[in-house]
């Protein structure tokens, strides 16, 4: 597990996943067999490996990667590294012969992650991308919805992202300043982009176009040493997607935005026969049957409680932590020898998107994308 003294490998990789699967013994397969996970953790400062080891009872860590991708024993390579650092780890696990599961997005331009999914079919080994967001409550709640006609056709996406990120003068920042320097590999598009590909194309369809908008709404911001610097990755981006089928996709994602909505993301579908607004647990729906007839009037106050026309969705299952949930998915298909649909491919698709959705905002036009294959 490269990248654990992150807030991400950290939290959602290690505590919440790996080690929950560790401490539950295992993962039980079909036959009653159980896989069972030992971490190794690598990471470039001794003293934070030697930390978390310590607070969690784990045996094994290192700085030196390349010792670990030579030591059969650790049969999966793990990373959770800032972008720019992630395509050359993990060329050089597929060229150990690691089977791959990583964060996105896998690579900084689509060619250098397509290269990377080819490698890693010639190598022959199993890869997964995270793709955590399709494991919130309120998108597999959504699933359902999808899955059992609710909607009729779908006509329309609208999904709303963001939070205010604080500039770090006055207030901690409370995300990393390398974010916000495209140098560094920041930027929203590249971040939120990749997630968006996979909600789409996995919920409502392909996607075949982008149009985006990207501003830096805040130019300069602070470090995590309080030092001053220029913001030269944008904060904020608006993007519309049209997808196989003729459904129309707005989603806005924003570090500038203060929050007046159920949770930090929403998103607003419309069928013919049904709407619903799902969040990340909540979810409500309105069937036509329910539907009010809205009158436009502007001279007179609309006193109609519109809020009161929505139905919540019950849970009916019981949701584990997103993240372990995938972890889950992914280590049996690898001890079963099963596809496993959520690849380096996969996560090529979602560098394509944020490519275009640059390429888009640069050039102000509606941007195509190309089906991708090995």
Known sequence: MNGVSGRMGYRQHLVRSILAIRDQGGIELPDGSKVTVRPLLVGRSEAKLAEI???????????????????????????????????????????????IYTEKPTAETVEEALELARLAAEAGVKTGVVHDKLYLPGLQKLKRLIDSGFFGRILSVRGEFGYWVFEGDWQVAQRPSWNYRAEDGGGIIVDMFPHWNYVLENLFGEVKSVYAHASIHIPERWDEKGERYDATAEDAAYGVFELEGGVVAQINSSWTTRVDRGELVEFHVDG???????????????????????????????????????????????????????????????????????????????????????????SGAKVALDPLSL
């Not at 990667?65 to 959770?80: C, G, N, T």
């Not at 919540?312 to 496993?340: H, I, K, M």
């Open 53 to 99: 080891a310590a607070q969690h009872g784990i045996d094994d860590w290192t700085t030196d990667l390349d010792s670990a991708l030579a030591d059969s024993r650790w049969e999966i390579y793990a990373d959770f590294l800032v972008t720019k650092a992630r395509a050359a780890a993990l060329r050089k696990a597929i060229a150990a012969g690691k089977a």
């Open 272 to 362: 013919t026969h049904g709407s619903a607004v799902v969040g990340l647990h909540k979810a409500k729906i309105q069937h036509r049957n329910a539907t009010p007839k809205p009158v436009w009037n502007p001279d007179l106050e609309d006193s109609h409680d519109y809020d009161a026309d929505w139905q919540p969705v019950p849970a009916n299952d019981v949701f584990l932590n997103g993240f372990r949930q995938q972890w889950e998915e992914y280590l049996t298909s690898y001890a079963l020898g099963t596809d496993y649909a959520f690849d380096l491919l996969a996560g090529a698709r979602g560098v394509q998107l944020a490519q275009a959705g640059l390429e888009s905002s640069r």
